[in-house]
């Protein structure tokens, strides 16, 4: 860990209000996992940002935001985990938290998985895709807190996450300045899906020569949902609830 490191991960995390996470620890393991994203990034498509006056702020701290969101123990899965994210920082922050990464893409899922290790973090990974683990018994219904980020409209995210979600839990995906016309859009295939409170949070994400807007939306989990659904993704692709 580099002392530019520190002082940059310092100064964002000071600046969004997330003080209470900035301790040696954390920055040690952040820093950890800012070398093996970097490295890797020569070889596999991890990520578009590649400094870390870019990482810091857009990835650690955008998903740090959500962390004081999620219920103590939970279990959580993160659908589309892509490069790792939430589902790294979740775990070096949330370590009470059981975290299940899945992606369709396998060399991702494997990455996460050995970063997690490196790191020492308690990571589960799964290579599928949502719609089709939701019809296994392990995982339909079996989730205290779903959270996507960047993955798809909300909409769609709806009918590939909520079956994941257990009676009494909640969906919660991170969007960007366009999540109150995704909110809308979706609010008809809520309860069709067993959902039931919907709300949208809008907050800002500092940067450290700038700023940008973050929404999260959040949908509480009330009644199961039909087996009927999720579809198959070309179906709900092409046809949204």
């Known amino acids: 860990m580099t002392n530019q490191f520190e002082t940059l991960f310092r100064e964002i995390f000071h600046k969004n209000g997330l003080d209470a996470y900035i301790n040696e620890k954390t920055i040690r393991l952040f820093s950890d996992l800012t070398d093996r994203m970097i490295e890797t990034n020569r070889v596999m498509n991890i990520t578009a940002l590649t400094t870390p006056e870019k990482i810091i702020p857009l990835h650690y701290a955008d998903c740090a935001l959500i962390a004081g969101r999620i219920p103590e123990n939970a279990r959580v899965a993160d659908v589309g985990c892509g490069g790792g994210f939430p589902t790294l920082p979740l775990a070096i922050l949330r370590p009470d938290l059981t975290i299940t990464a899945i992606d369709s893409t396998e060399k991702k899922v494997r990455y996460v998985a050995e970063t997690a290790n490196i790191l020492g973090l308690s990571v589960r990974s799964c290579a599928g895709r949502a719609e089709e683990l939701a019809g296994q018994p392990d995982f339909r219904e079996k989730f205290d807190l779903v959270v996507s980020r960047a993955v798809?409209?909300?909409?769609?995210?709806?009918?590939?996450?909520?079956?994941?979600?257990?009676?009494?839990?909640?969906?919660?995906?991170?969007?960007?300045?366009?999540?109150?016309?995704?909110?809308?859009?979706?609010?008809?295939?809520?309860?069709?899906?067993?959902?039931?409170?919907?709300?949208?949070?809008?907050?800002?994400?500092?940067?450290?020569?700038?700023?940008?807007?973050r929404t999260v939306i959040t949908v509480k989990k009330e009644t199961p949902t039909e087996a009927k659904y999720p579809r198959p993704f070309g179906k709900i692709k092409k046809n949204p609830l």
């Open 152 to 213: 798809a409209r909300q909409n769609i995210l709806n009918e590939l996450c909520l079956p994941l979600v257990k009676v009494g839990g909640q969906l919660l995906t991170m969007k960007g300045a366009g999540g109150e016309e995704e909110y809308q859009e979706a609010m008809n295939s809520v309860h069709l899906l067993g959902g039931g409170e919907t709300r949208l949070y809008s907050y800002t994400l500092y940067l450290s020569d700038g700023e940008e807007k």
